[in-house]
């Protein structure tokens, strides 16, 4: 069966250290994989969008990762601060006719001060 | 406007009503989608247009459920007859030109249907 996982349990780290949150999917090839952002009581917010034939992409503190041998990707926040506390989303982009995301449930990440 | 707006924020209904969810997508924004998303789940697609057309409504549970964008801009998603089980927070996304691969997809709040 098609699945995307993210860890469920919330990823608790301190101020300034690297947060790393793991998004794998099995039965799926998509064209591209997207990372959201998601605040108590709004909508998803779009952070970085990786294709498939790249290795890593970066943006200011972020990094995301796509490997589609292990059928995984990894974000990473450095300097992380409690203000990047938050639900962060992997979501897969097909290539088919509607060009819709299919989401994983989510990592919340809690920055300690 | 300056973003995708939905209205209303919270819908609180009794099982067997009939509720209409309404987007506005950004201004110019041909491709606007409808997730559902359930507590602790990420979003999950119900239905995309294309400008006004549905080009694909595979997510949609059942017939219960019906959506519509007559101009190409605002949307209304329509549910009959609702049942708890379609508790749940109703988003809705538009994304610019042809909503092609890889064009981001920008998503409203959000609205919080609660059937009793």
């Known amino acids: 069966s098609q699945k995307i996982e993210q860890n469920s349990e919330a990823l608790n780290i301190q101020e300034g250290k690297t947060a790393t949150l793991t998004c794998n999917y099995t039965?799926?090839?998509?064209?591209?994989l997207q990372w959201y952002r998601q605040d108590p009581g709004r909508g998803p917010v779009f952070l970085l969008l990786i294709r498939e034939n790249e290795k890593e992409k970066r943006k200011e503190r972020l990094k995301v990762t796509f490997d589609t041998t292990l059928k995984q990707s990894l974000f990473h926040i450095t300097a992380s601060q409690p203000a990047d506390s938050a639900t962060y989303l992997c979501a897969l982009d097909m290539m088919d006719s509607s060009y819709k995301l299919i989401f994983g449930s989510g990592t919340r990440l809690l920055v300690r001060p | 406007g300056a973003g995708v707006s939905q209205t209303p924020s919270n819908k609180v209904t009794e099982k067997g009503k009939y509720v209409e969810l309404r987007c506005d997508p950004i201004?110019?924004?041909?491709?606007l989608y409808w997730y559902r998303q359930s507590l602790g789940q990420g979003p999950e697609f119900l239905i995309y247009?294309?400008?006004?057309?549905?080009?694909?409504d595979s997510g949609l549970p059942n017939d219960r459920f019906f959506a519509v964008r007559p101009e190409g801009s605002v949307s209304t998603l329509k549910i009959q007859r609702t049942e708890r089980g379609d508790s749940a927070v109703y988003l809705c996304a538009s994304s610019s030109t042809t909503g092609a691969l890889g064009d981001t997809q920008y998503f409203g709040p959000g609205t919080r249907l609660t059937v009793l």
């Open positions: 201004s110019g924004h041909t491709a």
């Open positions: 247009f294309q400008g006004t057309g549905a080009a694909d």
């Open positions: 039965n799926y090839s998509p064209a591209y």
